[in-house]
T-cell receptor
Framework: GAVVSQHPSWVICKSGTSVKIECRSLDFQATTMFWYRQFPKQSLMLMATSNEGSKATYEQGVEKDKFLINHASLTLSTLTVTSAHPEDSSFYIC??????????????FGPGTRLTVL | KQEVTQIPAALSVPEGENLVLNCSFTDSAIYNLQWFRQDPGKGLTSLLLIQSSQREQTSGRLNASLDKSSGRSTLYIAASQPGDSATYLCAVRGTSGSRLTFGEGTQLTVNP
């Protein structure tokens, strides 16, 4: 199956700093990528949908100025958590949609990034 | 608004037992339903995807069924093994291209 990678796998930062997380589709071109966050023992909550070459669509309650998403190429999307605070500590997971006809609704998930803000 | 519920939240069984995980959704107008596995601190691995026109899908020891009219899906795991221990998530897609709505998962522990 298709592979989605994330980098870094974990990061610890000080409050007030910004952190960038990369999501790459390794063997396919993804026109659409998704960013989720997951708190301990909870399910995935969609934060935003990112389409290559256009602005991301954010879910209600997600601050677009705090969670900057860039999808500049068909294989890379980035999520930048700006001025991070301890409440932003979470597990961030990206997902990429396979554009191949017949598989257009198959999403492949990255391994996640654990963010801890001190 | 679609809501997905998974029961039970946690399940512990002895090795070798057959088990069923349940998923229900409030809006039966779905495009497809997908079962995922998540190991602690890891991402999601897709197990089975059932299109709305299908009744079930099978992969190895796993069998997923879908009853769209009643808003239910089950994941059957045969002859469970300790390596099956993980959290199992159910997710539905409302229409082609729309977002996935996830349940909160069932944490499965298979004891040797």
């Amino acid at each position: 199956g298709a592979v989605v990678s994330q980098h870094p796998s974990w990061v610890i930062c000080k409050s007030g700093t910004s952190v960038k997380i990369e999501c790459r589709s390794l063997d396919f071109q993804a026109t659409t990528m998704f960013w989720y966050r997951q708190f301990p023992k909870q399910s995935l909550m969609l934060m935003a949908t990112s389409n290559e070459g256009s602005k991301a669509t954010y879910e209600q309650g997600v601050e677009k100025d705090k969670f900057l998403i860039n999808h500049a190429s068909l294989t890379l999307s980035t999520l930048t958590v700006t001025s991070a605070h301890p409440e932003d500590s979470s597990f961030y997971i990206c997902s990429a949609r396979d554009p191949v006809p017949g598989l257009a609704n198959t999403q492949y998930f990255g391994p996640g990034t654990r963010l801890t803000v001190l | 608004k679609q809501e997905v519920t998974q029961i039970p939240a946690a399940l512990s069984v002895p090795e070798g037992e057959n088990l069923v995980l349940n998923c229900s959704f409030t809006d039966s107008a779905i495009y497809n339903l997908q079962w995922f596995r998540q190991d602690p601190g890891k991402g999601l691995t897709s197990l089975l995807l059932i299109q709305s026109s299908q009744r079930e899908q099978t992969s190895g020891r796993l069998n997923a069924s879908l009853d769209k009219s009643s808003g239910r899906s089950t994941l059957y795991i045969a002859a469970s093994q300790p390596g099956d221990s993980a959290t199992y998530l159910c997710a539905v897609r409302g229409t082609s291209g729309s977002r996935l709505t996830f349940g909160e998962g069932t944490q499965l522990t298979v004891n040797p």
